[in-house]
Protein backbone atom coordinates (compact mmCIF):
# COMPACT_ATOMS: atom_id res chain seq x y z
CA UNK A 1 0.00 0.00 0.00
CA UNK A 2 1.52 3.46 -0.80
CA UNK A 3 1.81 5.63 2.24
CA UNK A 4 0.35 9.24 1.55
CA UNK A 5 1.85 12.12 3.46
CA UNK A 6 -0.33 13.71 5.94
CA UNK A 7 0.66 17.46 7.83
CA UNK A 8 0.62 17.46 11.39
CA UNK A 9 0.06 20.67 13.45
CA UNK A 10 2.99 20.97 16.05
CA UNK A 11 1.08 22.96 18.48
CA UNK A 12 -1.64 20.77 18.82
CA UNK A 13 -0.98 17.75 16.92
CA UNK A 14 -3.54 17.58 14.68
CA UNK A 15 -3.39 16.10 11.38
CA UNK A 16 -4.59 16.80 7.85
CA UNK A 17 -3.81 15.54 4.72
CA UNK A 18 -3.44 18.73 3.08
CA UNK A 19 -1.19 21.33 3.70
CA UNK A 20 -2.28 24.86 5.30
CA UNK A 21 -0.64 27.87 6.79
CA UNK A 22 -2.93 27.52 9.53
CA UNK A 23 -3.78 25.04 11.68
CA UNK A 24 -7.82 23.85 11.22
CA UNK A 25 -8.09 22.89 14.88
CA UNK A 26 -5.96 25.21 16.86
CA UNK A 27 -6.15 28.21 14.67
CA UNK A 28 -1.84 27.89 14.93
CA UNK A 29 -0.01 29.64 11.88
CA UNK A 30 2.79 27.98 9.90
CA UNK A 31 2.48 24.99 12.02
CA UNK A 32 2.02 22.35 9.97
CA UNK A 33 4.87 19.87 8.87
CA UNK A 34 4.65 16.82 6.36
CA UNK A 35 5.17 14.08 8.70
CA UNK A 36 5.32 10.07 6.68
CA UNK A 37 2.84 8.10 8.03
CA UNK A 38 3.31 4.17 8.77
CA UNK A 39 2.84 2.24 5.44
CA UNK A 40 0.34 -0.22 7.07
CA UNK A 41 -2.03 1.19 9.29
CA UNK A 42 -2.28 -0.94 12.49
CA UNK A 43 -5.14 -3.98 12.45
CA UNK A 44 -7.69 -3.04 14.57
CA UNK A 45 -7.95 -5.24 17.63
CA UNK A 46 -11.45 -5.46 17.78
CA UNK A 47 -11.23 -8.27 15.05
CA UNK A 48 -10.85 -11.54 16.56
CA UNK A 49 -7.67 -12.02 14.98
CA UNK A 50 -6.07 -9.04 16.88
CA UNK A 51 -6.75 -10.36 20.40
CA UNK A 52 -5.00 -13.55 19.84
CA UNK A 53 -1.85 -13.42 21.56
CA UNK A 54 -3.08 -10.65 24.61
CA UNK A 55 -2.32 -11.77 28.00
CA UNK A 56 -5.04 -11.50 30.66
CA UNK A 57 -5.30 -8.60 33.12
CA UNK A 58 -5.19 -9.37 36.24
CA UNK A 59 -7.59 -6.84 38.02
CA UNK A 60 -6.54 -6.10 41.93
CA UNK A 61 -8.60 -4.25 44.57
CA UNK A 62 -8.61 -0.88 45.56
CA UNK A 63 -7.25 -1.38 48.74
CA UNK A 64 -3.72 -2.96 48.84
CA UNK A 65 -0.85 -2.24 51.06
CA UNK A 66 1.04 -0.13 48.44
CA UNK A 67 3.45 2.63 50.46
CA UNK A 68 3.30 6.01 48.99
CA UNK A 69 6.07 6.62 46.84
CA UNK A 70 9.52 6.00 48.04
CA UNK A 71 11.21 9.20 47.76
CA UNK A 72 14.92 10.46 46.64
CA UNK A 73 15.68 13.74 47.93
CA UNK A 74 17.97 15.92 46.04
CA UNK A 75 19.01 18.03 48.79
CA UNK A 76 18.08 20.80 47.11
CA UNK A 77 15.45 21.76 49.25
CA UNK A 78 13.21 24.05 47.04
CA UNK A 79 13.49 21.72 44.19
CA UNK A 80 12.31 18.71 46.54
CA UNK A 81 8.96 20.49 47.93
CA UNK A 82 8.38 21.60 44.31
CA UNK A 83 8.54 17.94 43.32
CA UNK A 84 6.34 16.87 46.44
CA UNK A 85 9.12 16.08 48.50
CA UNK A 86 11.52 14.36 46.56
CA UNK A 87 12.07 12.83 43.15
CA UNK A 88 9.94 9.45 42.52
CA UNK A 89 11.91 7.00 41.03
CA UNK A 90 10.30 5.23 37.72
CA UNK A 91 8.33 8.93 37.39
CA UNK A 92 9.44 10.82 34.33
CA UNK A 93 9.58 14.86 35.19
CA UNK A 94 9.13 17.56 31.92
CA UNK A 95 11.31 20.87 33.12
CA UNK A 96 9.87 23.85 31.18
CA UNK A 97 11.42 27.10 30.78
CA UNK A 98 12.75 30.27 28.07
CA UNK A 99 16.18 29.37 27.06
CA UNK A 100 19.19 30.96 28.77
CA UNK A 101 16.67 31.34 32.48
CA UNK A 102 18.76 28.35 33.94
CA UNK A 103 17.26 24.73 33.06
CA UNK A 104 20.53 23.28 32.54
CA UNK A 105 22.36 24.89 35.44
CA UNK A 106 19.31 23.84 37.78
CA UNK A 107 19.50 20.23 37.09
CA UNK A 108 23.38 19.83 36.44
CA UNK A 109 22.78 21.29 40.28
CA UNK A 110 20.74 18.61 40.74
CA UNK A 111 22.52 15.90 39.45
CA UNK A 112 25.35 16.61 41.13
CA UNK A 113 23.18 17.05 44.78
CA UNK A 114 22.04 13.39 43.88
CA UNK A 115 26.28 11.90 43.00
CA UNK A 116 27.41 13.64 46.28
CA UNK A 117 25.09 12.05 47.98
CA UNK A 118 26.00 8.31 46.75
CA UNK A 119 22.98 7.99 44.15
CA UNK A 120 24.32 6.90 39.98
CA UNK A 121 23.12 10.27 38.16
CA UNK A 122 23.68 10.72 34.43
CA UNK A 123 23.48 13.84 32.36
CA UNK A 124 22.95 13.63 28.90
CA UNK A 125 23.33 16.53 26.70
CA UNK A 126 22.13 17.31 22.91
CA UNK A 127 22.42 21.10 22.62
CA UNK A 128 26.07 21.69 24.56
CA UNK A 129 29.34 20.30 23.94
CA UNK A 130 30.90 18.38 26.52
CA UNK A 131 33.44 21.14 27.40
CA UNK A 132 30.23 23.66 28.03
CA UNK A 133 29.14 21.20 30.36
CA UNK A 134 32.17 20.93 32.26
CA UNK A 135 32.94 24.46 32.05
CA UNK A 136 29.26 25.15 34.11
CA UNK A 137 30.35 22.03 36.55
CA UNK A 138 33.39 23.62 37.22
CA UNK A 139 32.07 27.01 37.94
CA UNK A 140 29.38 25.65 39.88
CA UNK A 141 31.71 23.88 41.64
CA UNK A 142 30.42 20.54 41.54
CA UNK A 143 33.54 19.26 38.98
CA UNK A 144 34.29 16.58 41.16
CA UNK A 145 31.00 14.65 41.94
CA UNK A 146 30.36 11.64 40.02
CA UNK A 147 27.89 12.31 37.60
CA UNK A 148 28.55 10.45 34.02
CA UNK A 149 28.06 12.71 31.24
CA UNK A 150 27.14 12.28 27.86
CA UNK A 151 27.09 14.08 25.01
CA UNK A 152 24.21 12.27 23.01
CA UNK A 153 21.30 12.95 20.78
CA UNK A 154 19.56 9.23 19.33
CA UNK A 155 17.57 7.75 21.65
CA UNK A 156 18.45 4.44 20.03
CA UNK A 157 21.81 4.93 21.81
CA UNK A 158 20.71 6.35 24.98
CA UNK A 159 18.42 3.37 25.69
CA UNK A 160 21.12 0.79 24.36
CA UNK A 161 23.48 2.82 27.02
CA UNK A 162 20.83 2.87 30.04
CA UNK A 163 19.05 -0.40 29.68
CA UNK A 164 22.09 -2.09 30.76
CA UNK A 165 23.30 -3.39 33.94
CA UNK A 166 23.93 -0.29 35.73
CA UNK A 167 20.68 1.61 35.19
CA UNK A 168 21.34 5.17 36.78
CA UNK A 169 19.22 6.28 39.56
CA UNK A 170 18.38 9.56 37.60
CA UNK A 171 19.42 10.59 33.98
CA UNK A 172 18.39 14.63 33.05
CA UNK A 173 18.15 14.74 29.14
CA UNK A 174 18.83 18.38 27.82
CA UNK A 175 16.87 18.66 25.62
CA UNK A 176 14.01 16.44 24.66
CA UNK A 177 13.76 18.53 21.90
CA UNK A 178 17.25 17.81 20.48
CA UNK A 179 16.72 14.33 20.78
CA UNK A 180 15.76 11.64 18.10
CA UNK A 181 14.31 8.86 16.97
CA UNK A 182 15.73 6.70 14.20
CA UNK A 183 12.80 5.03 13.41
CA UNK A 184 10.58 8.46 12.34
CA UNK A 185 11.16 10.19 9.86
CA UNK A 186 10.61 13.33 10.85
CA UNK A 187 13.25 16.18 12.05
CA UNK A 188 14.57 16.20 15.65
CA UNK A 189 11.57 18.76 17.04
CA UNK A 190 8.98 18.20 15.43
CA UNK A 191 5.89 16.83 17.53
CA UNK A 192 6.32 13.08 16.28
CA UNK A 193 9.82 13.23 17.29
CA UNK A 194 9.22 14.83 20.22
CA UNK A 195 6.83 12.48 20.92
CA UNK A 196 8.66 9.18 20.00
CA UNK A 197 11.81 10.21 21.93
CA UNK A 198 9.53 11.47 25.06
CA UNK A 199 7.47 7.84 24.63
CA UNK A 200 11.13 5.53 24.84
CA UNK A 201 12.14 7.34 27.66
CA UNK A 202 9.50 7.18 29.63
CA UNK A 203 8.91 3.05 28.80
CA UNK A 204 12.59 3.17 30.24
CA UNK A 205 11.52 5.20 33.86
CA UNK A 206 8.52 3.06 34.32
CA UNK A 207 10.69 -0.59 32.97
CA UNK A 208 13.86 -0.23 34.76
CA UNK A 209 12.59 2.19 38.12
CA UNK A 210 14.74 5.21 37.01
CA UNK A 211 14.45 8.93 37.55
CA UNK A 212 13.97 10.41 33.73
CA UNK A 213 14.25 14.62 34.26
CA UNK A 214 13.25 15.89 29.98
CA UNK A 215 14.14 19.21 30.05
CA UNK A 216 11.92 21.42 27.56
CA UNK A 217 12.31 24.58 25.98
CA UNK A 218 8.90 27.10 25.92
CA UNK A 219 7.78 28.66 22.68
CA UNK A 220 7.11 32.88 23.40
CA UNK A 221 3.28 31.51 23.81
CA UNK A 222 4.28 29.62 26.54
CA UNK A 223 3.79 26.29 25.32
CA UNK A 224 6.66 23.65 25.60
CA UNK A 225 7.48 24.04 22.08
CA UNK A 226 5.14 22.32 19.94
CA UNK A 227 4.77 19.00 22.32
CA UNK A 228 1.85 19.80 24.32
CA UNK A 229 1.35 16.41 23.94
CA UNK A 230 4.16 15.90 26.41
CA UNK A 231 2.42 17.22 29.34
CA UNK A 232 -0.11 14.43 28.85
CA UNK A 233 2.59 11.98 28.82
CA UNK A 234 4.75 13.05 31.92
CA UNK A 235 4.22 12.65 35.29
CA UNK A 236 5.11 15.98 36.61
CA UNK A 237 5.60 19.38 34.38
CA UNK A 238 7.84 21.82 36.55
CA UNK A 239 8.35 25.36 34.93
CA UNK A 240 11.37 27.34 35.81
CA UNK A 241 10.19 31.26 35.43
CA UNK A 242 11.07 34.43 35.98
CA UNK A 243 12.28 37.80 34.30
CA UNK A 244 15.53 38.03 32.62
CA UNK A 245 16.65 41.71 34.08
CA UNK A 246 16.05 40.02 37.50
CA UNK A 247 18.27 37.39 39.97
CA UNK A 248 14.96 35.33 40.82
CA UNK A 249 13.89 32.06 39.46
CA UNK A 250 11.07 30.70 40.60
CA UNK A 251 10.29 26.99 40.33
CA UNK A 252 6.24 25.93 39.64
CA UNK A 253 5.02 22.74 39.10
CA UNK A 254 1.70 22.55 36.96
CA UNK A 255 0.90 18.92 37.22
CA UNK A 256 2.55 16.69 39.65
CA UNK A 257 0.82 12.64 39.81
CA UNK A 258 2.72 12.58 42.99
CA UNK A 259 1.75 16.11 44.79
CA UNK A 260 0.06 18.99 44.86
CA UNK A 261 0.85 21.47 42.17
CA UNK A 262 0.63 24.87 43.43
CA UNK A 263 4.01 24.65 45.21
CA UNK A 264 6.45 26.95 44.16
CA UNK A 265 10.46 27.15 44.51
CA UNK A 266 12.49 30.35 44.61
CA UNK A 267 16.35 30.63 43.85
CA UNK A 268 18.49 33.32 42.88
CA UNK A 269 20.55 33.11 40.45
CA UNK A 270 23.90 34.06 41.54
CA UNK A 271 27.72 33.79 39.96
CA UNK A 272 28.11 30.05 40.97
CA UNK A 273 24.96 29.43 40.07
CA UNK A 274 21.50 29.19 41.76
CA UNK A 275 21.22 29.63 45.68
CA UNK A 276 17.98 28.51 47.13
CA UNK A 277 15.56 30.94 48.96
CA UNK A 278 14.28 29.40 51.53
CA UNK A 279 12.39 32.72 52.77
CA UNK A 280 10.89 34.83 49.54
CA UNK A 281 9.33 37.36 51.31
CA UNK A 282 12.67 38.81 52.96
CA UNK A 283 14.14 38.52 49.47
CA UNK A 284 11.23 40.36 47.34
CA UNK A 285 10.32 42.99 50.33
CA UNK A 286 14.57 43.68 50.28
CA UNK A 287 14.70 46.89 48.07
CA UNK A 288 11.80 47.95 49.82
CA UNK A 289 13.41 48.23 53.67
CA UNK A 290 16.54 50.66 52.73
CA UNK A 291 13.99 53.12 51.06
CA UNK A 292 11.27 52.97 53.41
CA UNK A 293 11.35 56.03 55.70
CA UNK A 294 11.06 55.98 59.85
CA UNK A 295 7.60 54.58 61.41
CA UNK A 296 4.91 57.96 61.03
CA UNK A 297 6.96 59.92 58.87
CA UNK A 298 6.62 60.51 55.60
CA UNK A 299 9.73 60.67 53.76
CA UNK A 300 11.17 60.44 50.67
CA UNK A 301 10.98 56.88 50.06
CA UNK A 302 7.34 56.43 51.15
CA UNK A 303 6.33 56.48 47.79
CA UNK A 304 2.40 56.67 46.58
CA UNK A 305 1.30 53.60 44.08
CA UNK A 306 2.96 50.62 45.93
CA UNK A 307 1.21 47.88 48.52
CA UNK A 308 2.46 44.86 50.02
CA UNK A 309 0.42 41.82 49.05
CA UNK A 310 0.38 39.40 51.89
CA UNK A 311 -0.19 35.93 49.62
CA UNK A 312 0.34 32.05 49.42
CA UNK A 313 2.47 30.29 47.02
CA UNK A 314 1.34 26.30 47.49
CA UNK A 315 1.21 25.95 51.25
CA UNK A 316 4.06 29.00 51.93
CA UNK A 317 2.87 32.35 52.34
CA UNK A 318 4.72 35.05 50.42
CA UNK A 319 4.90 39.02 50.80
CA UNK A 320 5.88 40.72 47.51
CA UNK A 321 5.08 44.45 46.94
CA UNK A 322 2.87 45.56 43.98
CA UNK A 323 3.32 48.80 42.05
CA UNK A 324 1.19 51.00 39.80
CA UNK A 325 1.20 53.74 37.88
CA UNK A 326 -1.32 55.42 36.74
CA UNK A 327 -1.01 58.74 33.81
CA UNK A 328 -3.45 60.41 31.86
CA UNK A 329 -3.86 58.87 28.85
CA UNK A 330 -2.77 60.68 25.75
CA UNK A 331 -4.54 57.91 23.50
CA UNK A 332 -8.27 56.98 22.77
CA UNK A 333 -7.21 53.89 23.92
CA UNK A 334 -5.28 53.65 27.81
CA UNK A 335 -2.40 51.87 27.70
CA UNK A 336 -2.05 48.96 29.92
CA UNK A 337 1.20 47.05 30.94
CA UNK A 338 1.10 43.74 33.23
CA UNK A 339 3.92 42.05 34.46
CA UNK A 340 3.05 39.96 36.82
CA UNK A 341 -0.77 39.33 37.05
CA UNK A 342 -3.53 38.92 34.94
CA UNK A 343 -4.50 41.66 33.04
CA UNK A 344 -8.32 40.89 32.58
CA UNK A 345 -8.25 40.85 36.39
CA UNK A 346 -6.87 44.19 36.30
CA UNK A 347 -9.46 45.24 33.73
CA UNK A 348 -12.28 44.13 35.81
CA UNK A 349 -10.31 45.97 39.07
CA UNK A 350 -10.41 49.43 37.01
CA UNK A 351 -13.95 48.94 36.04
CA UNK A 352 -15.20 48.02 39.72
CA UNK A 353 -13.34 51.49 40.71
CA UNK A 354 -14.89 53.21 37.79
CA UNK A 355 -18.41 52.11 38.96
CA UNK A 356 -18.37 51.29 42.47
CA UNK A 357 -16.42 54.19 43.71
CA UNK A 358 -17.15 56.92 41.21
CA UNK A 359 -13.39 57.14 40.21
CA UNK A 360 -12.37 57.77 36.81
CA UNK A 361 -9.07 54.84 36.76
CA UNK A 362 -10.09 53.03 33.21
CA UNK A 363 -9.09 56.47 31.23
CA UNK A 364 -6.16 56.52 32.36
CA UNK A 365 -2.46 54.45 31.38
CA UNK A 366 -2.06 51.86 33.95
CA UNK A 367 1.20 50.31 34.43
CA UNK A 368 0.84 47.21 37.03
CA UNK A 369 3.97 45.27 38.12
CA UNK A 370 4.49 42.79 40.42
CA UNK A 371 8.10 43.52 41.96
CA UNK A 372 11.08 41.12 41.65
CA UNK A 373 9.69 39.16 38.87
CA UNK A 374 6.95 36.79 40.92
CA UNK A 375 3.75 35.98 39.06
CA UNK A 376 0.58 36.15 41.23
CA UNK A 377 -2.55 33.86 40.04
CA UNK A 378 -4.33 34.39 43.43
CA UNK A 379 -7.37 36.66 43.01
CA UNK A 380 -6.81 37.07 47.15
CA UNK A 381 -4.16 40.16 45.52
CA UNK A 382 -7.31 42.53 44.19
CA UNK A 383 -7.10 44.51 47.46
CA UNK A 384 -3.72 44.92 47.34
CA UNK A 385 -3.56 45.78 43.01
CA UNK A 386 -6.48 48.07 43.83
CA UNK A 387 -4.67 49.87 46.81
CA UNK A 388 -1.90 50.48 44.26
CA UNK A 389 -4.08 51.90 42.14
CA UNK A 390 -5.66 54.26 44.15
CA UNK A 391 -2.70 55.07 45.63
CA UNK A 392 -0.91 56.24 42.79
CA UNK A 393 -3.92 57.54 41.18
CA UNK A 394 -4.30 59.90 44.55
CA UNK A 395 -0.88 59.70 45.20
CA UNK A 396 -1.22 59.04 48.71
CA UNK A 397 0.80 55.93 50.37
CA UNK A 398 0.00 53.47 51.58
CA UNK A 399 1.03 52.99 54.89
CA UNK A 400 4.56 51.43 54.52
CA UNK A 401 4.19 49.21 57.59
CA UNK A 402 1.06 47.44 56.30
CA UNK A 403 0.17 44.64 54.14
CA UNK A 404 -3.35 44.19 52.29
CA UNK A 405 -5.21 41.04 51.04
CA UNK A 406 -8.75 40.16 49.43
CA UNK A 407 -10.83 39.15 46.58
CA UNK A 408 -12.82 41.63 45.37
CA UNK A 409 -16.43 41.13 43.61
CA UNK A 410 -18.22 42.60 40.87
CA UNK A 411 -20.46 44.81 43.31
CA UNK A 412 -17.33 45.98 45.28
CA UNK A 413 -17.73 44.21 48.19
CA UNK A 414 -14.22 42.45 49.47
CA UNK A 415 -14.64 39.06 50.22
CA UNK A 416 -12.63 36.84 52.81
CA UNK A 417 -9.96 34.74 51.08
CA UNK A 418 -8.24 31.58 52.31
CA UNK A 419 -5.59 31.01 54.37
CA UNK A 420 -5.93 34.47 56.42
CA UNK A 421 -4.39 33.20 58.92
CA UNK A 422 -0.94 32.20 57.60
CA UNK A 423 -1.01 35.77 55.77
CA UNK A 424 -0.89 37.12 58.89
CA UNK A 425 1.57 35.42 60.45
CA UNK A 426 3.73 35.89 57.67
CA UNK A 427 3.33 39.51 58.19
CA UNK A 428 3.62 39.87 61.62
CA UNK A 429 7.19 37.88 61.46
CA UNK A 430 8.60 40.13 59.19
CA UNK A 431 7.88 43.36 61.23
CA UNK A 432 4.36 44.41 59.92
CA UNK A 433 2.03 47.03 62.48
CA UNK A 434 -1.39 46.96 60.28
CA UNK A 435 -3.16 44.65 57.95
CA UNK A 436 -6.23 45.78 55.71
CA UNK A 437 -8.07 42.57 55.41
CA UNK A 438 -11.59 41.63 54.21
CA UNK A 439 -14.61 41.93 56.68
CA UNK A 440 -15.29 38.84 58.15
CA UNK A 441 -19.49 38.11 57.03
CA UNK A 442 -21.88 38.94 60.09
CA UNK A 443 -22.52 35.62 61.99
CA UNK A 444 -19.88 33.48 61.83
CA UNK A 445 -17.81 31.72 64.30
CA UNK A 446 -16.49 33.51 66.88
CA UNK A 447 -13.51 31.06 67.15
CA UNK A 448 -12.32 32.46 63.73
CA UNK A 449 -11.99 35.85 64.70
CA UNK A 450 -10.31 34.91 67.77
CA UNK A 451 -7.70 32.65 65.81
CA UNK A 452 -7.04 35.56 63.45
CA UNK A 453 -6.89 37.85 65.96
CA UNK A 454 -4.34 35.57 67.47
CA UNK A 455 -2.44 35.05 63.94
CA UNK A 456 -1.72 38.28 63.74
CA UNK A 457 -0.16 39.14 67.11
CA UNK A 458 1.18 42.61 67.09
CA UNK A 459 -0.42 43.22 63.89
CA UNK A 460 -3.83 46.03 63.68
CA UNK A 461 -6.57 44.49 61.45
CA UNK A 462 -8.24 47.09 59.74
CA UNK A 463 -11.58 44.97 58.13
CA UNK A 464 -12.76 46.62 54.75
CA UNK A 465 -15.73 45.47 53.65
CA UNK A 466 -16.36 47.55 50.02
CA UNK A 467 -13.79 49.09 48.10
CA UNK A 468 -15.39 52.39 49.05
CA UNK A 469 -13.38 52.04 52.09
CA UNK A 470 -10.37 52.09 50.88
CA UNK A 471 -11.11 54.53 48.55
CA UNK A 472 -11.57 56.75 51.40
CA UNK A 473 -8.70 55.36 53.40
CA UNK A 474 -6.17 56.61 50.44
CA UNK A 475 -7.43 60.19 49.60
CA UNK A 476 -6.20 62.94 50.09
CA UNK A 477 -7.47 64.29 53.11
CA UNK A 478 -10.07 67.24 52.88
CA UNK A 479 -9.74 71.16 53.77
CA UNK A 480 -5.90 72.27 54.29
CA UNK A 481 -5.04 69.29 56.01
CA UNK A 482 -1.03 68.52 56.60
CA UNK A 483 -1.04 66.44 53.61
CA UNK A 484 -0.24 68.08 49.76
CA UNK A 485 -1.68 67.24 47.29
CA UNK A 486 -0.20 68.17 43.49
CA UNK A 487 -2.19 69.38 41.65
CA UNK A 488 -2.39 66.85 39.09
CA UNK A 489 -3.34 64.71 41.24
CA UNK A 490 -6.93 66.26 42.27
CA UNK A 491 -7.34 66.89 39.14
CA UNK A 492 -7.42 63.05 38.49
CA UNK A 493 -9.12 62.36 41.02
CA UNK A 494 -12.63 62.97 40.80
CA UNK A 495 -14.86 61.42 42.90
CA UNK A 496 -18.82 62.17 42.59
CA UNK A 497 -20.04 63.69 45.51
P1 LIG B 1 21.32 27.84 31.52
O1 LIG B 1 21.25 26.88 32.65
O2 LIG B 1 22.27 27.55 30.43
O3 LIG B 1 19.87 28.10 30.90
P2 LIG B 1 18.93 27.13 30.04
O4 LIG B 1 19.47 25.75 30.15
O5 LIG B 1 17.58 27.31 30.68
O6 LIG B 1 18.93 27.65 28.65
O7 LIG B 1 21.61 29.26 32.18
C1 LIG B 1 22.23 30.20 31.47
C2 LIG B 1 22.22 31.53 32.18
O8 LIG B 1 22.53 31.46 33.54
C3 LIG B 1 23.28 32.37 31.53
O9 LIG B 1 22.66 33.56 31.12
C4 LIG B 1 24.29 32.59 32.57
C5 LIG B 1 23.59 32.34 33.85
N1 LIG B 1 24.44 31.75 34.88
C6 LIG B 1 24.79 32.47 35.98
O10 LIG B 1 24.42 33.63 36.15
N2 LIG B 1 25.58 31.87 36.96
C7 LIG B 1 26.03 30.60 36.84
O11 LIG B 1 26.72 30.11 37.74
C8 LIG B 1 25.66 29.86 35.68
C9 LIG B 1 26.12 28.46 35.48
C10 LIG B 1 24.86 30.46 34.73
MG1 LIG C 1 20.28 24.64 28.59
Redesign the pocket.
Known sequence: MKSHPRYACQQCGAVAPKWAGRCEACGAWNSMVEELPRAVPPKSLGSAGGRRGGHALDFVALRGDSAGPPRRLTGIAELDRVCGGGLVPGSTILVG??????????LLQAAAALAAGGSDAAYITGEEAIDQVRL?AE??GVADTPVRLASAASVRDIIAALDDQRVPDLVVI?SIQTMYLDTLDSAPGTVSQVRGAAQELIGLAKRRGLIVVL?GHVTKEGLIAGPRVLEHMVDTVLY?EGERGHQFRILRAVKNRFGPTDEIGVFE?????LVEVPNPSALFLADRSNSEAEPGEEGPGQIAGAAVFAGIEGTRPVLVEIQALVAPSLLGTPRRAVVGWDATRLAMITAVLDARCGLTVGANDIYLNIAGGLRIVEPAADLAVAAALVSALTETPVPADTVVFGEIGLSGRVRPVAHAEARLKEAAKLGFAEAWVPLRPPGRTAGRGARLARAGEGLTLVPIGHLSELVARLSPAPHGAPRRVPASASRRFATTP
Open positions: GDPGIGKSTLRRLDVFMSDRG
